[in-house]
């Protein structure tokens, strides 16, 4: 019998219960937050808590003490999704937005505009300027 057992075996307990966290949380009096510190190891549940759990997923006190048959999941995030067989995987899209095919319109408009520009003038402001403001 290990402590380090707990987490695992109320995992376990709780899956075959068919319970989710929140459900099982309910049923303890506890907030979900608790049952998930007590499944990760990082709190260990008061007596009464103890059989709380033992009532709430109907089994014998006993239970707690056996080893998990399920090794805890190593690591941070989210484990993968199992790949289907026989599936074909399509490729993924291409992420971000897709560029604009060039339009011959735009090309002909754009080259005009270059070649039409008056290189090197200066250009006048036009409206109110910033000297009259304020004048009438």
């Known amino acids: 019998m290990s402590a380090e057992w707990f987490p695992g075996r109320l995992r376990e307990l ?4 068919g319970l989710t966290q929140e459900q099982l949380a309910e049923k303890v009096g506890v907030k979900r937050d608790a049952i998930a510190r007590w499944e ?10 103890v059989v709380a ?6 089994v014998d ?18 484990p993968r999704k199992p790949i289907a067989e026989g599936v074909d995987t399509e490729p ?5 937005r897709p560029r604009k095919a060039p339009d011959a319109r735009q ?15 200066k250009k006048t402001a036009k ?8 004048r009438k």
């Open 92 to 96: 993924k899209r291409p992420r971000g």
């Open 107 to 121: 090309e002909a408009t754009s080259e005009g505009k270059a070649s039409e520009g008056l290189a090197g003038q």
């Open 61 to 78: 006190a006993n239970a707690f003490l056996q080893e998990p048959v399920t090794p805890p999941p190593t690591g941070p995030g989210r």
């Open 127 to 134: 409206g109110k300027g910033h000297k009259d403001k304020g």
């Open 14 to 17: 709780r899956s075959e219960a």
């Open 53 to 58: 759990l033992v009532k709430a997923l109907g």
């Open 40 to 49: 990760r190891g990082a709190r260990e549940p008061s007596w009464s808590n």
